[in-house]
C-alpha cells in the first residue's frame, strides 16, 4: 500500500511550499515521494518548481481540476504514475486553490487502484490572514475557503508571522471551533515536519503538542468490496437505497446478470448511474462515507466480500 496526502487550501495559502517541504523531509528519509499537482491555469508555474527537485516523479493537470468532473483524468494520471514508477512510498497531491477538497478526495477513490492506495487524509494550509479577513471575501469565495478548511484532517494556520499574539489567538480559537475534528498546528513558510502529519492523521486522539487544539480522527473513510458473482441490476438497487445516508459516494465496476462486462456504476446523494463498460473490468465497488465502517455489508448483500 502507498501512502497518499491530499494538499488543500485556498489560492497563495503556501500549498506548494509545504509540497516543497515535505518532498525534501521525505528524500531525507530515504523515501521515495511521487507527486500530482493541478495547476489552475493552462501553465505549469508551480510544477516547474517541483520538477526543480529532480528525481521525483511527477504528473500534472493544467487548467482542469482533481475533482468529480476531472476524475478520470485523475485517475489516468494516477495510473501513470504507478506504471512508471514501481518503487513510490508515497504520493503527494496538491489541489488547486479553487478545488473542493471532499472532491478532489472523491476522485482519487478509483476502483482501479484502490487495493493499492492508503489514503491518508488533507492537510489542508489555511493563510491566517486571510482567515481574519474572511468577509472581505465574496459570498462565494468566501464559501469555498470555509468549506476547504471545514472538511480538513489537518489544518495548517499559516502565516502566523503577519500576526501579533492576540490576532494568532483569535485565529487558532476560531478555527479549533469552525473544525473541531482537525487537529492544528501554527506554522510559517507552511513549516511543518512530515512526522507531525503522519502522527496528525494516524492518531484519533488529541496529541500532545501544545500547538493542536485537537484530533478526533478521520469525518470520512472508504471501504473496498468485490463481488463473488453477477447481481440483479434492480436488486442491487434496492440494496443501494437501503444504506444508510451517511453512505454518500459509491463508484466501480459492477457485474450484472447476463451482461459479458461489469457496468461502471455510481452512486451520489441518492442517484445511480450506469454505464457500459467495452473491456472486462476486475468487479469491485469503492464506498466512502462516514460511519461505513458499522454496515456489514456481507449479511445485506451476500454477493458482497470486503476486502
Excluded at 510559517?188 to 515536519?193: E, F, N, P, R, S
Excluded at 492518531?203 to 469525518?219: A, N, V
Excluded at 468485490?226 to 457485474?255: D, H, I
Amino acid at each position: 500500500m502507498i501512502d497518499v496526502y491530499l494538499f488543500s487550501g485556498f489560492l497563495g495559502s503556501g500549498k506548494t511550499s509545504l509540497l516543497l517541504h515535505t518532498i525534501e523531509q521525505l528524500k531525507e528519509q530515504g523515501k521515495k515521494p511521487a507527486v500530482l499537482m493541478n495547476e489552475f491555469g493552462a501553465l505549469p508555474f508551480d510544477s516547474n518548481t517541483v520538477e526543480g527537485e529532480g528525481g521525483v516523479p511527477l504528473k500534472e493537470l493544467l487548467d482542469g481540476c482533481i475533482c468529480c468532473t476531472g476524475s478520470e483524468k485523475t485517475e489516468a494520471q494516477l495510473q501513470g504514475l504507478l506504471e512508471e514508477n514501481d518503487d513510490i512510498d508515497v504520493i503527494l497531491i496538491e489541489t488547486t486553490g479553487a478545488a473542493h477538497p471532499v472532491e478532489a478526495l472523491d476522485a482519487i477513490y478509483s476502483p482501479l487502484f484502490a487495493d493499492r492506495l492508503n489514503i491518508k487524509g488533507i492537510v489542508t494550509v489555511a493563510d491566517s490572514k486571510r482567515w481574519l479577513e474572511r468577509d472581505k471575501l465574496s459570498p462565494q469565495i468566501r464559501a469555498l475557503f470555509m468549506e476547504q478548511i471545514r472538511h480538513a484532517h489537518l489544518l495548517l494556520a499559516n502565516k502566523v508571522d503577519l500576526l501579533t499574539e492576540e490576532e494568532m489567538a483569535t485565529v487558532t480559537f476560531e478555527l479549533s471551533n469552525f473544525n473541531d475534528s482537525a487537529a492544528i498546528v501554527q506554522t510559517t513558510g507552511a513549516k511543518v515536519a512530515f512526522s507531525f502529519i503522519e502522527k496528525a492523521l494516524d492518531s484519533p486522539k488529541k496529541m500532545s503538542d501544545q500547538q493542536i487544539i485537537s484530533g478526533k480522527g478521520l469525518p470520512l473513510s472508504s471501504k473496498l468490496l468485490t463481488f463473488s458473482e453477477s447481481v440483479n441490476k434492480e436488486e442491487f438497487e434496492n440494496w443501494v437505497r437501503s444504506l444508510p445516508e451517511t453512505v454518500y459516494r459509491m463508484k466501480g465496476y459492477v457485474p450484472l446478470s447476463g451482461s459479458k462486462n461489469p457496468f461502471l456504476f455510481q452512486y451520489a446523494y441518492g442517484m445511480v448511474n450506469w454505464l457500459p463498460e467495452y473491456v472486462r473490468m476486475e468487479p469491485r465497488l469503492v464506498i466512502i462515507g462516514e460511519g461505513i465502517e458499522t454496515i456489514n455489508y456481507k449479511g445485506v448483500n451476500p454477493f458482497l466480500e470486503e476486502k
